[in-house]
């Protein structure tokens, strides 16, 4: 997210728009994604080796989490 910080305000700046609201969806979107890798909470590796326990496959460091219960 940090990285596009810049980027955001340009264009927020550039097409005449208030930044904050090109920013929160942006950190919102931040927040979601790094909820759905597997290394984004601690709880989710704990889940995909209670996927893998049940049968499931093993999820990859950038897997989704539904993708752990294929």
Known sequence: M?????????????????PSKLLMPLA????????LTLTGTPVN?????????????PSGSLSTRSSAFR
């Open 2 to 18: 940090a990285a596009l910080l810049p980027v955001v305000v340009v264009v927020a700046v550039r097409a005449n728009m208030v």
């Open 45 to 57: 590796p704990i889940v995909s080796s209670a996927a893998v326990d049940a049968g499931g496959s």
């Open 28 to 35: 919102f979107a931040a927040s979601a994604g790094s909820l």
